[in-house]
Structures are given as C-alpha cells and as structure tokens.
C-alpha cells in the first residue's frame, strides 16, 4: 500500500491497451491510435518520416537544382555525403538529450531547429550553400533515435521489436516517398506558372511544412512515458533526473554498443548510400531515363513499408521460442545473406536481373535494420537513449565511409564499388557472433553457467550510493519484464490489463 | 512480388522501345555553315536576350549531297569548359545518348540558303558556355549532316550564358519568416512545459 499519496496516483491509471508492470504495452495494435502507446508510435514514425523527406527532398530534383546553381558532380556528391554525416554525432547527442530531458522534447525541438535548414533550401545560390543546407537538413536524421527510444519506453520487450520495425521502417519509407512526392509537387507547381528554377524553390516549402507541423504534433500530443512527461515525473520525484557523466560511461565501456554500431553502419548505412546512388547507377549503366531511374530508386525506399518491420517481427518471433540468441542468429543470418547478394547485384549485367536482385536485396538490407533494434533496447537500460544513438551514428557512419571509399571519384566503377560493398557487409557482420549476454548467451555460447539473472546484469550499470537511493528501480522493473529473451525455457509472468496495487520492488 | 514483376516488364517494354539505331557525330558531315549573333565572350541574359542565328547549305560540297534532307534543327550547345565534371552534359559519339545539345532554338524545312531565326534565349537555360549548331534531318528523322558556330575541336567563338537566379523576394521573406518561427515556437514550447511542470508540482 502507498504510504503517500502522490499527485497521479498510478494505481488508478487505466490504460486502453493490456500493460506490464512498467506501464509498457504488451501488445501491438497497429490501426490503434490510444494514447499513449499508439498514440505515441503513430506521432513518432510521421515525425521520422517527414525528416526522412526532407533530408533527400534534393536528389530526385538534383537535374534541375544542378543547373541552377551550376553544380560539377564533385559538388553533388560532396551534398549528398554531407547530408548523411551530420546525423552522425547528431545522434549520439539526440540519444543523451533522450535520457535526460525525454524523447518528446528533445525529437520536437531537434525537428523545429533543422526546419529553418528546409526552409534556407529554397534561398540557396551556390555549390557552398547547397552543401550546408543538406548539412544541416541532414541531422533532422537523429530523429530516429527519439523514435527507437520511445518505443523502447512504451512497449514491452516481447514486442519492442516489431514497434521498433515498423517506426524505423515506415519513417525510412520517407526516403523513398520523397523521390515520388518531390517530382510531383514540382511539376504541380511549375504547371502553375513559375519557371522551373522558381518551381524547385517553392517545392522545398512542402517537406519544410509538414517537419514543423509534426513537431508541433509530437509536443502537444506525445508523451515520454506512460505515466507522463518527464518534467512532471522529475518534479514530482517519480523518475530520478539521471547524471549525465554516469550515463555516458555505462554506454561507451559497453562494447556490444560498439559492435552493434559496426554492424549497424553495414545495413543502414548501406541503405543510405544506396539511397544515394542507385538511380544514377540504373540511369547510367542500362541507360533508362531519369523518371524510369527515380521510380527505381524509390522502390528500394519504398520496400521498407514492410521489410523492416519484418525484421522487427522475426526477431521478436524468433526470441519467443529461442530468447535473445534466436535474435542474435538471425540478424547475422539475415545481414549476411544481404551482403551476398550486395555482391550479386555488381556483378548481373542485364536491367530486368539488376532491378530484381536490388528488390531482394532491399528486403534483407532492411530487414537487418529491424533486427539490429530488436537486439538494442536489451544492451543497456539506464544509457538506453546513448546505445541507441552510438548505433543509429554508427548507421551514417557506415554510409560515410562508404561513400567515400567506394563511390567518390573514378577509382571504382560503379558496379565494382557495388561488389566492394558488399564484400564489406559480409566482414562487418561477423563481429555479431563476439556479443555474449551472461544472462541469456550469444551465438556461441549459452548463458553463463554462474547463473547470472537479468537483474544481476541490469543492476551492474548502478553503484551502491546510487542504489541505496533507490535509482535503479526502473532498470529492475525492466529486467524482470526482460526474462521472456531466455526463450521457451521460462514462462513470462502474466500482465493484466488494470494494475490494481503495484507490486513490491523487486 | 506481383508488384516486382510488373516494374521488370515494364521496364524492358521501355527500354526496347528506346533501343534503336543511332547515327554518331563522326559519320556526319559538316555541311552547312551556321552563324549566330553573339560575339566570342559575349554576355547574355536569359530570358532577356537575343540570338540570331543564320545558316545555309555549303555550296563547296558536291551536288545532291543535300538531296535527303528534309528538316533543321537548330540547338545550344554546351562548350567543353561546361561539361567538365558533369555527366549529364557529357558528348558521346553516339547521338541518341549524346547530351552536348539539349536545348532546342528552331525546327524549321531545309532550304540551301537564307534561313535566318532570332531566339530569346529562354528562362531556364542555365548558366554556361555555349555554342550553336544546326542538324540537318533526313524524312526518317536521322541525322545526316551538321554545322556549327564553332571550330572542330569546340574552342573559337563561345558565348555565355547567365541564367536568373529563380529566387524572388517574396520567396526570401516566406523562408526567413517561417524559419524565424520555427525557432521562436520552439522557445514556447520550453516555456510551456516548465509552466506545466511547476504547476502539477503545486497542485
């Protein structure tokens, strides 16, 4: 029984959805709007994909940006690395702002501060200005870390995996909608009156618009965790405000961060960089036309309607029955076998093979994406917010890096830099098989024979002082909501759906 | 993968439909002798200026060389110093995938001599170096002869081009505006939330 009475009092809370003892949801219901897991999940991947259409609003229209601002290929090439690398430390600082000052806060005003950079767009005269408007445009990406992490906050760990698919696949479907949506708009406009070097400008107001309203959507319609925002819950002592130090050491002294931000820069990071050069490469190699080329492009994009969410859903199905080592298996599998075929797709040389071949390879480049975020909200609890930022960097990362190497001047043909790529992919993922969880295995071995418990393994991100106040809480809450990725071996405790008095500490 | 299937076919229906026999730049011979008004170096405004173009059959050819050709085309051109690093302009033997002309002055019926058009070099022509040349085309729309302002190896008698900007004023205002509230909005909503935040504490 609650000695005090506190303001809101959460045993009185219902929620619409069935909950677990964090108040997380444990189910999906995905034509569902209730606030506040629904609510939360809809707000969240319209906010990513907005800024996913902004941040490659420029590509389909680069023919004729290009000509207006008299760009070489040198400078397009050097936007489109720009547009990517901002995002970089981006989202690690977005991760950080998540921990301390809540997703709502820290996603809305990232959105409203790069929105000015959407806006600039169309007042841009030259080479210089176009490189910095996509640079600055570009770190509207980290957005994806506030996704992931609000997930992570509102559902529980049987289906965090597919909240987290589906917010990162349907926000990424923005890179391929814009080449679709950019296109139109501009013709539509242009079909007005204006003269095509004004059209573009204009059409930069769309992308612009829409991230400034989904900002305002995410603040005066989300909210941080189911039991309220985290100012309310650090005011009236609910939720602790964490120390910014101690946060960021548990994050970077755990290496299976480390790997899962390698391993995550040859999936997404590949997605961006295809992202970037596709269409030239089908435009170029088999010699279809611009729009034939744009449709292409958008089709990679466009895949992630469902393949990343897909990767999402097998690795929660795959955890049902073989825990966190049936995600661990998968997601090397499923990365793999994407980087097989990466090499594949430089080598086929006739248009209908290549269009094929990058549709399969869509699926389970994406698909790796998904799955990498099955396994993320797991790594840590208490720096959640800078694990999944170190990994989402690590992301952009991988698409710099291979960008750089691969596709920037002549050194390589395109088809070959295709091949390399995916040669990268197949090295880059074996780190997958090095992440070991005592409490649960990894790919080689099962859990530790000392028996160690999800609490142990939570509890260690804690010191002493820190505990005796009683911080870590939440993190046991979490562990204990966590014993479903031992797999079929434990039975998970059952959730009700109206907490009468919550449980004791455990 | 129905929707795969679709895409695959529809986009070799397309490409066998462009497939088709092109003639190359090389084959053709410089028949005719084409003038335009610019001087080498000139400036002009798109949009605002003019150029006049004239061109005829040369008659130190043999005759009846001239016999197929039905139609001109008179187009732009891009000067070599517009084409480094940019693919898309790039000259190519071929000339269905040849992109040195890609704006079109005048289409007009051959006739040997006095033929003369004067342009405004259009709106969006953007900002480059150029130079003009005419096709002459045969009843099946082939290229079978060529002439242009400049010499063979395209560095005599280039003029250039600047293009408008596309920006206007109002369009400056709008982005500042929006980009100033943006920011603005942003503060009211940190203000809003510590006002919220200090009043569910004293309630």
Known sequence: MEVEQKPNDLSTQKFPLPVDSEHKATVFRVHSFAPPHMRAFHISWISFFSCFVSTFAAPPL?????????????????????????????????????????????SSSLILLTAPAVFCSSISNSPVSFLLVRFFTGFSLATFVSTQFWMSSMFTARVVGT???????????GGGATQLIMPLVFSVIRDIG???????????????????????????????????????????????????????????????????????????????????????????????????????????????IFSRPGGGILSDAVAKRFGMRGRLWTLWM?????????????????????????????????????????????????????????????????????????????????????????????????????????????????????????????????????????????????ADNSRSERGRRVESAPAPVDQGTPSPGV | MARAALLVSSILLSCLVATSYGATISSLMRTLVVTASPAAGQVLKAGEDKITVTWSYNNTFARGTDSTYKTIKVKLCYAPISQVDRAWRKTVDDLSKDKTCQFNIVTKPYNPSNNTFTWTVERDTP?????????????????????????????????????????????????????????????????????????SQQK
Request: proline content about 2%; glycine content about 12%.
């Open chain 2, 127 to 199: 900002t480059a170096t150029y130079f003009v040349r005419a096709y002459a085309y045969n009843s099946a729309e082939e290229e079978v002869g060529f002439g242009q302002t400049t010499d063979a190896h395209k560095t005599t008698n280039l003029f250039e081009v600047h293009a408008i900007s596309g920006r206007h004023t109002s369009l400056d205002i709008s982005s500042i505006c929006f980009s100033a509230f943006s920011v603005v909005s942003l503060f009211g909503f940190f203000f809003i939330e510590k006002r919220k935040a200090k009043s």
């Open chain 1, 163 to 173: 909240a987290n698919g589906l917010a990162g696949g349907w926000g990424n479907l």
């Open chain 1, 334 to 478: 499923v990365q793999t076998i994407g980087g097989l075929l990466c090499v594949l797709l430089g080598k086929v040389g006739s248009l209908g093979a290549s269009v094929a071949v990058m549709l399969v390879f869509s699926i389970f480049c994406q698909a790796a994406c998904g799955l990498t975020f099955g396994v993320v909200p797991f790594v840590s609890r208490r720096s959640l917010g800078i694990i999944s930022g170190m990994t989402g960097g690590g992301g952009n990362v991988g698409a710099v890096l291979t960008q750089v190497i691969l596709f920037r001047g002549s050194r390589f043909s395109t088809e070959t830099g295709i091949t390399l790529m995916g040669i990268m992919i197949l090295c880059c993922s074996l780190p997958i098989w090095l992440i070991y969880f005592p409490q649960w295995g990894g790919m080689l071995h099962g859990p530790s024979s000392k028996g160690t418990t999800e609490e142990e393994y939570y509890m260690s991100e804690w010191s002493s002082t820190e505990r005796n106040k009683g911080f870590h809480q939440a993190s046991m809450k979490f």
């Open chain 1, 194 to 304: 204006a003269t095509k070097f004004t059209a573009w400008r204009i059409a930069f107001f769309i992308p612009a618009l829409f991230q400034t309203l989904s900002a305002y959507a995410i603040f005066f319609l989300g909210q941080d965790m189911p039991d309220g925002n985290y100012s309310k819950l650090h005011k009236s002592g609910e939720r602790h405000k964490d120390n910014f130090p101690q946060v960021l050491y548990h994050a970077v002294t755990n290496y299976r961060g480390w790997i899962l931000a390698l391993t995550y820069g040859y999936c997404f990071g590949v997605e961006l960089t295809v992202d970037n050069i596709i269409a030239q490469y089908f435009y170029d190699r088999f010699n279809v036309n611009l729009r034939t080329a744009g449709m292409i492009a958008a089709s990679f994009g466009l895949a992630n």
């Open chain 1, 62 to 106: 680069l023919p004729i940006i290009r000509d207006n601002l008299n760009l070489t290929s040198t400078d397009i090439g050097n936007a489109g690395i720009a547009a990517v690398s901002g995002a970089v430390f981006a989202r690690v600082a977005m991760g950080t702002a998540c921990d301390l000052v809540g997703p709502r806060l820290a």
